[in-house]
Structure formats: C-alpha cells, structure tokens
C-alpha cells in the first residue's frame, strides 16, 4: 500500500471516528465549546488588562480599558460556569448570521431576477437561512444539538466516501 493509499484509509477512518464522537456525545462537545468560549473571553480580558496597565505607565487614559478587562473576565467566568448561557448565546450568535446571509440570498436573487437569470433556487436559499435563523434564536439549545450531529454524519459519510476512493476505486 502506497503513502498516499495509507494516509487516505487513515483519513477516512479519523473522519468517521470523529464523526461518531460528535455524533454521540453532543453534550460533550457542547460543554467543550462551552469551556473555549468562556476561556476566549477570559483571554481577551487579560489582553486588555495588560493594556491597560501599559498604558497607564505611559501615563495615558487607561481607565475605560481596564474596566472592559474587568467585564471581560467576569464574563468569561460566569460562561464557564453557566454552559446554558454560553450555549444560547453562540446559538443567537449564528442565528443572527443565518438572518443576515438569508437577506443577503433575498438581495441576491431580486438581483438575479432583474437580470432576467433564474433567481428561485437563491430565494429557496434564502428562506431556509431564515428558517435556521428562527430555528438557532428560539431553540438555541436545540439548534445547537441539531448542528453537531449534522456535522457528525457529514464527517461519518465523507470518512466512509474517502475509505471507499482510497480502498475500493483505487483513486490514488
């Protein structure tokens, strides 16, 4: 078996692997991104605490940035600790996204009709972007659930389509 047959079956094989993990342990996944998240945050909180204090050697306006580190790190802690809190709010924050690329699709297809091309699978698009965007606001926890095993039957399926080039159609 050559190099690249080898590393194809065993790309194949962690894809489905992780597949099956998110798959199967969606409340796992969702507290590790929970977990990230708050970590971020804390981070982006010491970042400015240290300008902060930077500045205040240069003897320039550093209260504002201080009291924003301050916020900063409160917040993050209190995602850590509050993973339903943190989960919601990833989850508006994508629904929101959902809602802007649904009026992008919608601008884009009346784009498309002026110019007399075929605008319907575009405005299709747009209402399942919006359709999602409802879905990921109202239910965020549920959105949540629903995409990671999207994701992991997208990885369990193009695990098993690479073992399948890699073993059986000998693509490499």
Excluded: Q
């Excluded at 998110?22 to 991104?33: N, S, T």
């Excluded at 809190?85 to 929101?96: N, Q, Y």
Aim: proline share 2%.
């Amino acid at each position: 078996m050559n190099t690249l047959k080898k590393m194809g079956t065993f790309s194949g094989i962690i894809l489905i692997a992780l597949g099956v993990l998110l798959y199967a342990c969606k409340v796992l996944i969702i507290d590790f991104f929970t977990v990230v998240a708050g970590i971020t945050v804390i981070a982006a909180g010491v970042y400015r605490a240290v300008e902060a204090m930077m500045l205040r050697k240069k003897e320039m306006p550093y209260v504002w940035i201080a009291v924003s580190a301050v916020i900063f790190i409160i917040a993050g802690i209190y995602l850590i600790i509050n993973p339903m809190a943190t989960i919601r709010l990833i989850g508006v924050f994508i629904g929101v996204f959902a809602f802007m690329s649904g009026f992008d699709r919608f601008k884009m297809a009346l784009m498309r009709k002026k110019e007399g091309l075929n605008y319907s699978p575009t405005f299709v698009t747009g209402i399942i972007h919006m359709i999602f965007g409802v879905v990921m606001c109202m239910a965020p926890g549920y959105g949540m659930n629903v995409l990671i095993m999207i994701a992991g039957l997208y990885m369990i399926i193009s695990g098993i389509m690479v073992l399948m080039s890699t073993i059986w159609f000998g693509d490499f």
